[in-house]
């Protein structure tokens, strides 16, 4: 089975940085594409960050210039760095991972972030 493991959410103070990290583990013949969403409270579950195979990446208009995904093929691991962050940020965050043939998500981590 595939398993997605995230790191890094908690409390910061509006203006601060916070670093996530999502490896995923088990048997996955091909990846096409690794990434983060999040959902804040009343809201639709929206796409923040996404890495395809070929490296090329896709960002939220509301996060560009302020966070960066980067990534680890070797050890299935992507990373978003988070900066300059805003209370509009606080929602839970999701790592998914998306192969041939399946698409799998982590439990998601929380992000709150105070004013």
């Known amino acids: 089975q595939v398993q997605l493991v995230e790191s890094g959410g908690g409390l910061v103070q509006a203006g601060g940085s916070l670093r996530l990290s999502c490896a995923a583990s088990?048997?996955?013949?091909?990846?096409?594409?690794m990434g983060w969403y999040r959902q804040a409270p009343g809201k639709q579950r929206e796409l923040v960050a996404v890495i395809t195979r070929g490296g090329s990446t896709n960002y939220a208009d509301s996060v560009k210039g302020r966070f960066t995904l980067s990534r680890d093929n070797a050890k299935n691991t992507v990373y978003l760095q988070m900066n300059s962050l805003k209370p509009q940020d606080t929602a839970v965050y999701y790592c998914?991972?998306?192969?041939?043939?399946?698409?799998?998500w982590g439990k998601g981590t929380l992000v709150t972030v105070s004013s």
């Open positions: 088990g048997i996955i013949f091909s990846i096409n594409a």
């Open positions: 998914k991972l998306e192969t041939y043939g399946m698409d799998y």
